[in-house]
């Protein structure tokens, strides 16, 4: 478990999760990180078990159609040649996903067998990020994204949003009320302040961000 998991997990718990306390919602949003990670590794991932769930439904959707065209002859072929032309191309984005999902797991494997013969796997893990890029098919670490994804999946917030530098938000807020709000200068950054306080921990924890009036 990498630290930027740990820090992720208190850092959205604390404004996402609102419904349980500190560090008990933190430690189970490690938990359930940290069970994906390790599932990851051993099942399909859900975007290639969702392309094979669309696969089969074509597939009985044409069955039925074809099964059709014998007793109703006038049955339009225009729908069935749809469904073959849709399902040769999610077949080769299955395919696709597939050689990467293999990849992947190759290069999880053979980093795991280094890590425990104490070896260095720098290399590995380089090629593996590269190989990944920005839609990982399984996670080898608990690190900032895999906590992040399970927040994504329980409020339904999107994760390139969690995963937005927060840090930037906070230091350019002023500059991003004031292209909403005109005129109001010394209030905007009055409450630029107040935002920024509560996100370093220097307010409760339960108390406002801030008020109006």
Request: charged fraction near 25%; charge should be negative; aromatic fraction near 4%.
């Amino acid at each position: 478990m990498l630290d930027s998991a740990i820090q992720t997990a208190v850092r959205l718990s604390r404004r996402y999760l609102t419904g349980r306390q500190l560090p008990d919602k933190a430690v189970d949003l490690l938990d359930t990180a940290g069970a994906r990670v390790r599932m990851s590794l051993d099942t399909l991932p859900e975007p290639l078990t969702q392309l094979q769930a669309r696969l089969t439904a074509l597939d009985i959707e044409r069955e039925a159609i074809e099964q059709d065209s014998v007793f109703y002859p006038e049955t339009s072929p225009e729908r069935l040649a749809e469904l073959t032309d849709l399902r040769d191309e999610l077949q080769a984005e299955a395919g696709h996903l597939e050689a990467q999902y293999q990849q992947e797991k190759r290069l999880a494997q053979q980093i795991m067998a280094l890590r425990q013969e104490g070896a260095d796997s720098t290399d590995l893990q380089q090629q593996l990020r590269t190989h990944q890029g920005f839609a990982p098919l399984l996670a080898l670490d608990v690190d900032a994204r895999a906590v992040a994804t399970v927040v994504a999946d329980w409020t339904g917030i999107p994760l390139s949003s969690l995963l937005r530098d927060e840090q930037s938000d906070l230091l350019s807020m002023e500059q991003s009320l004031e292209n909403r709000v005109v005129g109001q200068s010394p209030a905007l950054c009055a409450i630029a302040q107040r935002l920024r306080a509560a996100k370093t921990g220097l307010t409760p924890e339960n108390g406002p961000q801030g008020y109006s009036c």
